[in-house]
């Protein structure tokens, strides 16, 4: 995915082309079973649309990798 910025235009998670589900899995067999965040740092993109929006996009995508 390209970027204009390399902090402050990233996609949403499952954008890309990091293998999510692989990551999530190799944490979990390590032990980690914790409380996880999401962080979208976007300034031009998803920080300019609507809360509700950006946290039901969040709440979907997670919902693919887990």
Avoid: N
């Avoid at 910025?5 to 082309?17: E, H, I, K, Q, S």
């Avoid at 914790?34 to 649309?49: A, L, M, N, Y």
């Amino acid at each position: 995915m390209p970027t204009t910025d390399l902090l402050l235009d990233r996609g949403m998670m499952g954008d890309g082309v990091i293998d999510l589900r692989a990551i999530r899995a190799m944490i979990e067999a390590a032990g980690y079973h914790g409380p996880q965040e999401v962080e979208i740092f976007s300034r031009d993109t998803w920080w300019k649309r609507p809360g509700d929006e950006v946290v039901r996009t969040c709440v979907e995508r997670f919902g693919t990798v887990c």
